[in-house]
């Protein structure tokens, strides 16, 4: 209980210190939005703390915008924005360009023979085949590889990266504050100027990707069966990487489609925090990102998910440690209720005072890890609120879950208590400074509340409304959402190894995860 009482003081200091430096009145003076005529925001954060500046360019399209049979398509293109233009990443563009077009024509031919139902000649396959990969080797020989992050790098450049998850894709990197202007020309023009050279080249990357991340990771293989069961509708039950099928069968040209319906400047915000002046910035953007064509937004409608009234069940049997996770639906980040769900994720989870934490890994000794949280696999439309732990060896999931379920009715039953309301909130304020602290941080939030909120302001204003938060509510949101009928869970149990066997038991303790991949740089 000191500890407990010790970190809290330490928290009240930080946040005395730091805490009038980064509200929103103080922001507003450093912070400039504009939204070019071509529809991409643009917000710049004033910070000459040191010669350098971060961006995050966030993209309001993720894996629930794959086509239907192409799933993967968004994670695929976040891998062919790092391949260049038709001038950074060729020795030809011109004599590229027509290979380029005939590897596509010969993929076609390719598979509308492969694909057929009926009928298909196995020797005109293996013929249509050997001409797709000969125009594939003719084509790489104008690619000059990874010259688009050799220039980043060259020029100072950090971090280039990116990522995508079922909602977004997004690109980061920093760079020396006087390379704004190279920074503002090499951004836009692969968007502006994209060339998707090595395509399949690069598929077979994301299919060994696929084949790490999902089919050779036990855990992997649960939260895709886990999501494809909660959700029946809603594109959330489909993989992020994709389906292998779809995998083996998308094209560049349907790579192509997809950028073009979501990559459009008015889809996109673009974030800037460093040492830049908006003054100087904003007429170096518009030179360059004012040359994206104007389009309307894409349309967000999807499926939503209709209510679940039993409990479903995705049980796998592995040669690995046993692992449980339960999931409960609920309404999406704009949901009035959506910070009552951060106060139960901080409640049950915030490191070793949090209450999942105490009851089965501290006191109970059931469990390495457990915790609650938000977001899975996404916030853009409802999704879930999950739990998970992993056993220690002698234990069972049936003994976490229990575990979990008594934890999860006390909060049904009995309010907070009055200190566990306190922490709540400070740590509320003293996560918001830490994840400004830098620059790379501050562009990431400021780019993803103005996309979801239409407001960067909303980012100091989701303070206020867990400030709000009463332990009525806590106990309203939990009675609401935490019931059996409502409930998906996922379990591992350890299947018993053959005698003899050689195969490897992993030991992999990873928590589940709302987005898929967290790599663009490959």
Known sequence: ??????????????????????????????????????????????????????????????????????????????????????????????????????????????????????????????????????????????????????????????????????????????????????????????????????????????????????????????????????????????????????????????????????????????????????SEALSIIEKYFGRLPASRKPDETTTMEPPQNSERRVELQEQTQPFYLEGYHRPDYLSKDDAVYDAITDLMSDGRTSRLYRALVRDKKIASFSAGFSGLPGIKYPHLFAFYAFPLPGHTTKEVADAIHVEIERLKKEDISDDELKMIKTRAKANLIRGLADNEGLATELATYQTRYGDWRELFRSIDRIDQVTKADIRRVANATFNDTNRTVGVIETLSRAPHSDQSDSREQSPPASSADQGGVR
Not at 216 to 222: D, E, M
Request: with cysteine; charged share 25%.
């Open 1 to 278: 209980m000191k500890r407990y009482y010790a970190r809290a003081i330490a928290i009240v200091l930080l946040l005395s210190a730091l805490g009038a430096a980064q509200d929103v009145a103080s922001f507003e003076k450093r912070i400039s939005v504009k939204k070019l005529s071509n529809g991409l925001t643009v917000l710049i954060c004033a910070r000459p703390e040191a010669p350098v500046f971060s961006f995050f360019t966030l993209v309001d399209a993720g894996s629930s915008q794959d086509p239907l049979g192409e799933t993967g398509l968004a994670h695929m293109f976040e891998h062919m924005a790092f391949k260049g233009t038709d001038t950074i990443g060729t020795t030809n563009y011109p004599a590229e360009k027509i290979a380029l077009a005939r590897v596509e024509e010969a993929y076609a031919a390719y598979i509308a023979e492969r694909d057929k139902r009926v009928d298909r000649e196995e020797a005109k396959l293996k013929q249509l085949e050997k001409t797709w990969k000969d125009d594939i080797a003719a084509a790489d020989k104008f690619a000059v590889p990874n010259q688009f992050g050799k220039i980043v790098e060259q020029n100072g450049g950090q971090d280039l990266n990116a990522f995508t998850d079922y909602d977004e894709t997004a690109y980061h990197y920093s760079l020396p504050a006087n390379r704004l202007e190279l920074w503002a020309y090499l951004e836009s023009e692969r968007f502006l100027h994209p060339v998707l050279r090595q395509f399949y080249k690069e598929r077979s990357v994301v299919i060994e990707e696929r084949r790490m991340r999902t089919d050779s990771n036990p855990i992997g293989r649960l939260l895709e069966q886990f999501n494809a069961e909660a959700f029946e509708a809603n594109e959330y039950h489909r993989p992020t990487v994709g389906w292998m099928s779809d995998l083996n069968s998308f094209s560049a040209t349907d790579a192509m489609k997809f950028f073009d319906e979501y990559y459009v400047a008015a889809n996109m915000v673009v974030a800037i925090a460093g040492d830049v002046k908006a």
